[in-house]
């Protein structure tokens, strides 16, 4: 997962492993994380769908936070990243000739995944290949994390991918060791080495061309070709503007400080300013058309008080919301309601 292309489409696997994962063992309820993680709550319904990489970034780091006094399950949660469940990137990968075509093509299209350790395939003469492994560095936060999913998750994945072998010669961790350790130390026939410079997967000499047994020339080419379309679109999407205007309007909590969201960007404040004066905007102009178009929606209910949805964007008394409603809209925030146009689009029941 790259957090600059915020707008890749990535499946829902990585939600539903967290959701499961805070009910069962931290007894929380998905949307109140979801709320307290200063996000819109991400609705799981019986049929899978996507998430935006921003999305998944944010559920990240709500959940790394709340599990911070319980890490020892972060490796667990990677385990349960079966390949099968990336979508057509797991499939581009599971249906690939050998194992390093597969990790190559990991490697590739990694903005669909849901790491933030950014992986690069390497391969030698003799057939052992390596994936080689740099961290996004302005998440601190999530290092440990991170680094301890990703050590079952990758295990997951080449389990999957060989048919439940395991070709690996060494692993280095540029992470301290889970706490538990001594009892996961099982799940590798290899030497695992932490508070390493970097993180390395080292295979075996000739892994790289130990062939898949699900490999299918036909079904490769169709789902790495859906790959490249992902990331195509998601690259097309990734402006500054359209990347704040998504963060802004997916937030149901105090709306992002121009320092916040430079952070969240990993720009410094002004050059996310410079950015977005070259796009053609402010961010104080972006602020305020969230603003309105959240308080549009909230006006929609007619449970919700002037004094509520003045308080909801961000305003601390209702008369500087009516004055700014009135600047926005032309209309003050009572006859914008009782408005034809507003009544036609209000749900029923609201």
């Known amino acids: 997962m790259d957090s600059n292309a915020l707008y890749a489409a990535l499946p829902d696997l990585s939600a539903r492993i967290m959701r499961t994962t805070l009910a069962d063992d931290c007894k929380v309820n998905w949307d109140s994380f979801c709320r307290s993680s200063n996000i819109r709550p991400v609705r799981l319904d019986d049929q899978a769908s996507e998430l935006l990489a921003q999305e998944e970034m944010l559920l990240q780091q709500g959940f790394a936070d ?17 390949s099968i469940k990336y979508g057509a990137l797991g499939l581009a990968m599971m249906t690939a000739r050998t194992l390093g075509d597969a990790l190559a093509i990991a490697c590739r299209y990694q903005s669909l995944t849901y790491s933030l350790i950014r992986y690069r395939f390497e391969q ?25 999913r990703d050590l079952g998750a990758i295990r997951t994945l080449i389990t ?19 706490a538990n350790w001594a009892d996961l130390r099982r799940h590798f ?37 859906r790959c490249a379309t992902a990331l195509g679109r998601a690259n097309a999407d990734n402006s500054i503007r ?70 909801a964007v961000g305003f601390a008394e209702p008369s500087s919301f009516s004055r700014a409603f009135k600047r926005w809209s032309g209309m003050g925030v009572l006859e914008y309601r009782r408005s034809p146009v507003t009544q036609a689009r209000r749900r029923p029941g609201l």
Not at 66 to 79: K, Q, R, Y
Not at 283 to 304: G, I, N
């Open 66 to 82: 709340c599990t911070a006094d319980m890490p020892n399950i972060w490796f667990d949660v990677g385990l349960r990243y079966r």
């Open 160 to 178: 999957d991918l060989m048919g439940g072998e395991l070709p690996l010669e060494r692993i280095t961790m540029a992470s301290p060791p889970p």
């Open 124 to 148: 030698s003469d003799n057939g052992a290949c390596a994936l080689i492994g740099s961290w996004d560095a302005h998440l601190p936060r999530l290092h440990d994390f991170t680094h301890h």
């Open 189 to 225: 026939p290899c030497p695992v080495e932490f508070n390493a410079d970097r993180t390395q997967w080292l295979f075996l000499p000739g892994s790289a061309g130990r062939a898949l047994p699900l490999a299918d020339g036909e079904l490769h080419l169709l789902y790495n070709s």
């Open 242 to 311: 359209d990347r704040l205007a998504a963060r802004l309007s997916r937030s149901d909590g105090p709306f992002l400080s121009a320092g916040d969201a430079a952070r969240q960007f990993a720009l410094s404040e002004r050059t996310l300013h410079r950015r977005l004066a070259e796009e053609g905007t402010r961010f104080s102009t972006m602020v305020d058309e969230a603003r309105y178009a959240r308080a549009r929606e909230l006006l929609l209910d007619r449970r919700m008080t002037v004094e509520k949805i003045a308080f």
